[in-house]
């Protein structure tokens, strides 16, 4: 993609997550210049592996195990406080989409279903929009949304009475029953871990399956 595409896209959609978390009361304007900085320093560490770890996740035979565990390890170890907040839902909905879409893209890519261009045919020509073209992209965003949203609301509808069920937690109130660390976290991680296989491989395989990819 042109350069010039993601040096547009890159500030605005920064800057909405950022005013967003103000303007909702999450995050006061010290938590997000602090949170801008911090990512800007994960960038500058992690960026010279991203390669490596793409690599990993895609073609590793026991990729999709250790990216589960890394992220189940990382949501035990990060919430040792009992009171509720919606910072540890926001950290293990996140941990869960992480794992996800990286289990998805293993998935992906071991059936081909979205394969890297030769270096050849960069950069990419774009297709004349076209109303066959047109069409396919309406049905996939509404294909995709749609089973991302039944995939969601499935998952909620199993997670929170199982978990309740299994800590002997009251699940009459059901958003009572969530504000429970032992309820929210598999709640939270289950429910979007599955969201982000769905967007990067169940969802995919259908446009495969169907023959609109």
Not at 128 to 152: D, E, Y
Request: charge should be neutral; hydrophobic fraction near 50%; glycine fraction near 8%.
């Amino acid at each position: 993609y042109p350069l010039t595409y993601g040096l547009i896209l890159i500030p605005c959609w920064c800057s909405l997550v950022c005013i967003s978390r103000i303007y909702m009361g999450m995050h006061s304007i010290l938590d997000v210049i602090a949170g801008f900085l911090y990512t800007i320093l994960i960038l500058v560490i992690f960026y010279p592996f991203v390669d490596l770890i793409d690599n990993f996740n895609q073609t590793h035979r026991y990729a999709p195990l250790i990216i589960i565990g890394l992220h189940l390890a990382l949501g035990i170890f990060s919430f040792t406080l009992d009171t509720w907040s919606t910072s540890r839902g926001d950290t293990a909905e996140i941990l869960g989409s992480g794992a996800g879409i990286a289990c998805g893209s293993h998935f992906t890519y071991k059936m081909g279903l979205l394969l890297d261009p030769p270096l050849d045919i960069l950069p990419l020509a774009r297709h004349p929009i076209s109303v066959t073209l047109f069409g396919k992209a309406i049905l996939r965003i509404f294909i995709g949304m749609l089973f991302v949203l039944v995939v969601r609301d499935m998952m909620k509808r199993i997670t929170i009475p199982l978990a309740c069920k299994i800590f002997n937690i009251p699940c009459d109130d059901i958003r009572k029953a969530r504000q429970h660390m032992e309820v929210e976290l598999p709640y939270r991680y289950i429910t979007y871990g599955m969201v982000g296989f769905s967007i990067t491989f169940l969802v995919p395989y259908i446009f495969f399956f169907i023959g609109i990819s």
